[in-house]
């Protein structure tokens, strides 16, 4: 059984990740969502275990000292990161798995793992984004402008992913993401059988 494929997700706040990931899954693509941990505090709609594992920040940094994270960030004021284990059980069952991280956790997974595949979503234009984060009705006016700002620098950061997404419209956004999962599965699957075959 070959090992699975991890897949790195990263986009500004507002930009429609967990959309785009909650149809993707529902498609039938070998596609696990690897829950991540995070201290921030539970939104409405979003289930312990499920939206992620909500920690305090003393649980979440015994959870860095014991090298329980494949990869973690502070993010807003927040610590954000992937428990270890969970992904190598996935990866080692033939499963592909996705990460939805910050570009520095990105990064971290990239340099720990250089065959993880990053994809980048970018929102139509910082006006829609502005739009979108305002229309959450989840955050005051101080904290939309600081996610606006951090957008900006993480914007500049998409040129280091392998993929980038611009969603516009989900449906066509989805439709680019299914394909790239599609695409990097066929190639992996081919290279084995090459590999294989050289080595009969």
């Known amino acids: 059984m070959s090992r699975g494929i991890l897949f790195v997700v990263s986009a500004p706040a507002g930009c429609g990740k967990d959309s785009i990931l ?29 939206s992620y594992y909500f920690k305090s920040r003393e649980e979440f940094e015994k959870m860095i000292k014991d090298g329980e994270l494949l990869e973690h960030t502070e993010y807003c004021g927040n610590y954000y990161g992937t428990p270890k284990q969970t992904v ?22 990239k340099k720990m793992l250089p065959e993880a595949v990053l994809i980048f979503i970018l929102p139509p234009s910082m006006e829609e984004l502005s739009r979108r984060l305002h229309k959450r009705g989840t955050e005051d006016e101080e904290t939309i402008q600081k996610r606006l700002k951090q957008a900006e620098t993480e914007i500049s ?44």
């Open 22 to 50: 909650e149809k993707a899954l529902s498609k039938d693509i070998n596609l696990t969502y690897s829950v991540s941990a995070t201290t921030r505090t539970m939104r409405a709609g979003e289930t312990e275990g499920i």
């Open 88 to 109: 190598e059980e996935i990866l080692a069952d033939g499963k592909n798995v996705v990460l939805k991280i910050e570009i520095e956790g990105a990064g971290n997974v």
């Open 157 to 200: 950061c998409a040129h280091s992913y392998d993929y980038v997404i611009v969603n516009g419209d989900l449906d066509a956004a989805v439709n680019d993401f299914v394909s790239i999962i599609k695409a990097e599965g066929f190639r992996a699957e081919r290279n084995a059988e090459l590999i294989s075959g050289l080595n009969k």
